[in-house]
């Protein structure tokens, strides 16, 4: 990709973004996401059905008179997008590969966290780390995430959770949110998950096309795994074949799903071709309903 092409993706991924936030999201990913913490904010005397836990015991001491530490919550975030460029994203049939629908989720929490004056980083992955850049604010920090995202070919094809969910363990110290966005074609990571969960505020966006789910009759032809290169000769018209094909799809995706329920997640799922904006808004205001009560 020359410098012309890369210019031109990036601000069609900008677009992209500023049509989606001409909408209610902006406010509700302010409203959805917590800050990292709690910051001091002042002293006032105790009143009843006060945290006793709270009394500031220096200021009592010196007054007589019970005080109490009032909190404010943090509002700054840090954004980490954990992203998936293994081999299996380079697929679409929808006239979208679900890589290109990943890069605008991408963008587009890269753009809302800039615009609330959070710190975004970016984890690119496939079976190890592609590219890790640093949490920083600023729209020129977002353009060097979007040309990351672009521009990177990755060293790896297969897709290896267990890995980028243990470097994202060691190396995040900050509680963040971590918006983990890939089609989760893996097994045996659901350990590394939970513990990850536990420290962060993980976000899980699953991606597909519809022809994972349902393949077209096409006749005989050879299938090539994206990831190990292998190619299978099938028979696409054959009942058996398209029977296999939809029952594979559904074990792995409902096993996906079981997961991030059982680990409490709040997960979104995606499918090329489509809009995302009316995921994303009821995903948001479902947060920052959950919040707020």
Known sequence: MNATELHRDIKRLELFVKKLMRGHITGNYLSALKGSGLLFDEVRQYQPGDDVRKIDWFITARTNEPY???????RELQIWLAVDCSASVDFGTQGQRKGQLIAYLAALFAFLAVKNNDRVGLCLFSDRIEK??????????????????????????????????EALQKRIKKRSVIVLISDFIDQGYERNLRLLSQK???IPLNVHDKREAEFSSLGVLALRDPESGQLYPVDSD????????????????????????????????FYT????????TTFFKRRALHRNH
């Open 68 to 74: 109490i530490k009032v909190f404010k919550e943090e």
């Open 238 to 269: 054959a009942p058996e074949f398209q029977a296999y094909w939809q029952a594979q799809f559904t074990r792995q995706n409902n096993h996906t799903e079981q997961m991030f329920k059982k680990l409490k997640l709040d997960y979104l799922e």
């Open 132 to 165: 890790w850049l640093p949490p920083k604010k600023g729209k020129r920090h977002v353009y060097r995430v979007l040309q990351a995202l672009l521009e990177t070919r990755p060293i790896g094809r297969e897709t290896r959770l267990v890995s980028v969910l």
């Open 200 to 202: 962060h505020d993980l």
């Open 273 to 280: 071709g489509q809009s995302v904006l009316k995921p994303l």
